[in-house]
């Protein structure tokens, strides 16, 4: 029979339009954070990140936004083209045994329309 | 450039068999992390090392274990193959250290993983 599983949560744009994906995360303590994008068939791959001095950090299109009193995240891409359809991952790593323990959430899919 | 070759792209086991995933990046990378990628669920964290012959579970790490000899190299090993298992497998590391907690993690391309 059919399966039912969870659903990615998938977010839909118009080519031009301005994108934006959000993240929570639960650690007060957590002081950087990474964004990572993942194309079809490839492995995750950084796109900017942001340390929790900082409220906003710009690269090329994309601008990550951080509010530490409620304790979120979120991605904002300018001008979004149909490269930019992939999964968006937010990432918090946690100093563990003198490394760092990198764990994501579900992620979001990002659908860019035509 | 940066590059972390995971050994097999694609791998189909049967039930029961011990399965190596194995990983090698070329960087002289601390950190080097397992996950997998299941519809729905995002990437989820098995096991995870900072050193060689060091290795803490992650989130998921029933089933599995996790082998580093040499820095280089971090092997995930499904010691009974079970048909819950197949999934994508992706492999990853990163350096410690410096005033940044982490610099980006570099991953592999994956492993399709099909136990039949």
């Not at chain 1, 492995?43 to 690269?59: E, H, L, V, Y």
């Not at chain 2, 039930?15 to 995933?21: R, Y």
């Amino acid at each position: 029979g059919e399966s039912v599983g969870l659903h990615l949560p998938t977010l839909s744009v118009q080519e031009g339009d301005n994108s934006i994906i959000n993240c929570a995360y639960s650690n007060s303590a957590s002081d950087y954070f990474i964004w990572y994008k993942q194309e079809s068939g490839k492995g995750p791959q950084f796109i900017i990140d942001i340390r929790s001095n900082m409220d906003k950090r710009q690269g090329q299109r994309v601008t990550v936004l951080l509010n530490k009193t409620v304790k979120h995240l979120s991605l904002q891409i300018a001008a979004t083209q149909p490269g930019d359809s992939a999964v968006y991952f937010c990432a918090d790593p946690e100093p563990r045994g003198g490394g760092n323990k990198l764990t994501f959430g579900t992620g979001t899919q990002l659908k860019v329309e035509l | 450039d940066v590059k972390v070759t995971q050994s097999s792209r694609y791998l189909v086991k049967r039930t029961g068999e011990k399965v190596f995933l194995e990983c090698v990046q070329d960087m002289d990378h601390e950190n080097m992390f397992w996950y997998r990628q299941d519809p729905g669920l995002g990437l989820r964290l098995i096991y995870f090392s900072y050193d060689v012959k060091m290795k803490e579970k992650g989130d998921i790490p029933e089933g599995y274990s996790v082998s580093r000899e040499k820095k280089e190299r971090f092997s995930l090993i499904l010691e009974s193959a079970s048909t819950n298992q197949t999934s994508m497998y992706l492999c990853a590391s990163s350096v410690t250290g410096g005033e940044k907690l982490n610099t980006e993690a570099f991953f592999g391309q994956g492993t399709r993983l099909t136990v039949v």
